[in-house]
Nanobody
Framework: VQLQASGGGSVQAGGSLRLSCEAS????????RGWFRQAPGKEREFVAT????????YYADSVKGRFLISRDNAKNMVYLQMNSLKPEDTAVYYC???????????????????WGQGTLVTVSS
């Protein structure tokens, strides 16, 4: 199973970017998919997650109302639409997939089984 993240880039504050993450292999979309990010000098942090069957979503408070996570199970894709970007959103963004069923929302690294390579988002003021 491989995850390939793309869509990062440089934007000015207030701008938008859309990240994509394609899953290949036997993941079958994954029980849940998530996005995390790691800013320079900081630990990786949760951004957003979406479940497969009921399409429920959960966001970090810092991005709630600005970011939107979505998925296309037929294409094994997950997306992160990022609007009203702020300089503090600058980070390497990682997509993740969980293959195990479960309950609740998956907001920690250990909840996920597969990780993409990361894509850099830079927001200038």
């Amino acid at each position: 199973v491989q995850l390939q993240a793309s869509g990062g880039g440089s934007v000015q504050a207030g701008g938008s970017l859309r990240l994509s993450c394609e899953a290949s292999g036997s993941l079958l979309g994954g029980w849940a998919r998530g996005w995390f990010r790691q800013a320079p000098g900081k630990e990786r942090e949760f951004v957003a997650t979406i479940k497969r069957n009921i399409e429920s979503t959960y966001y970090a408070d810092s991005v709630k109302g600005r970011f939107l996570i979505s998925r296309d199970n037929a294409k094994n894709m997950v997306y992160l639409q990022m609007n009203s970007l702020k300089p503090e959103d600058t980070a390497v963004y990682y997509c993740a997939a969980r293959s195990r069923p479960g309950t609740g929302y998956y907001i920690h690294d250990v909840h996920y089984d597969y990780w993409g390579q990361g894509t850099l988002v830079t927001v200038s003021s």
